[in-house]
């Protein structure tokens, strides 16, 4: 009994020497990686771990683009493939109830008309392969979601004048088409200084499509403000301002008009 007391009393000072091993947090990489607690999520936004692996995962893809040895066809080719499986980051209005259910990334809205507190209205991203005016194909965590077109996604509604009764494409928000062709909408759009171009046809089907750099400047000048035709449709209240646009065809070879809208202007 005694020798077991001694061996005791001997060995307690070296169990209390032991000390607890030390683990050094690994810096952030870069400024994005302070934004969010979720890395990849943006600043100030709601955004699950889940939305930021595929902000991420998209962000990796845009570095890539981006190096130049890399040729326009490959990048159409590795933009176009991306889509088909992951969806493009696009923005929307929705409100907190979205959460419930394919949970985008949201921020608050700076239209004043948009933060009522009887009815609070969301700018939402989500990542989206197709777009049609019944719904969003979204997809999430491995799963694609049909998302019904209404309370929870509000994309941006596009008239295009090739008659005097419009056709109704929908665009995510503050995009604008570029050029028209085969009654198809072509949109040019930029993500941290890298251009790329989608078409999107009158049943929402989008595509990645080459972007003709040398046209930018003569199809940009085409894009002149005009006078709004009037017309019974009526947008979504999320939408507080129209505008018009002419807008190149390339079957036509002449410009038709085309109605936008904001949800305020800033």
């Known amino acids: 009994m005694l020798t077991g007391y001694l061996l005791f009393f001997i060995t307690l000072p070296l169990f209390a020497q032991v000390r607890p091993p030390i683990q050094v947090i690994p810096e952030p990489k870069t400024a994005a990686d302070f934004e969010h607690q979720f890395k990849g999520c943006f600043e100030n936004s709601e955004c699950d771990q889940v939305m930021g692996l595929q902000l991420g995962r998209w962000r990796e893809l845009i570095t890539k683009l981006k190096a130049p040895e890399m040729g326009e066809e490959k990048r159409v080719q590795f933009l176009e493939l991306f889509r088909a499986k992951y969806g493009l980051p696009i923005e929307f209005y929705t409100n907190d109830k979205s959460q419930l259910t394919f949970r985008p990334m949201i921020f608050n809205s700076p239209c004043k008309n ?153």
């Not at 930018?216 to 646009?245: H, I, M």
């Open 114 to 266: 948009h933060n009522l507190k009887e009815k609070k209205i969301l700018r939402g991203t989500a990542f989206i392969k197709a777009l049609s005016k019944e719904k969003a194909t979204v997809w999430r965590d491995q799963a694609q979601i049909e998302v019904p077109i209404g309370e929870f996604f509000i994309p941006q509604p596009v008239l295009v004048y090739f008659s005097p009764t419009p056709e109704v494409y929908f665009l995510p928000l503050d995009d604008q088409p570029l050029y028209l062709k085969n009654k198809e909408i072509h949109v040019l759009k930029d993500e941290d200084d890298y251009f790329y171009s989608i078409k999107i046809d009158r049943l929402g089907n989008w595509k990645a499509v080459a972007t003709d750099y040398s046209r930018l400047s003569e199809l940009e000048d085409k894009r002149q403000e005009v006078k709004c035709p009037s017309e019974t449709f009526s947008a979504p209240k999320a939408f507080g301002t129209e505008f018009c646009k002419t807008v190149w065809d390339e079957d036509t070879k002449k410009t038709v008009i085309v109605k936008m809208y904001r949800g305020c202007v800033i």
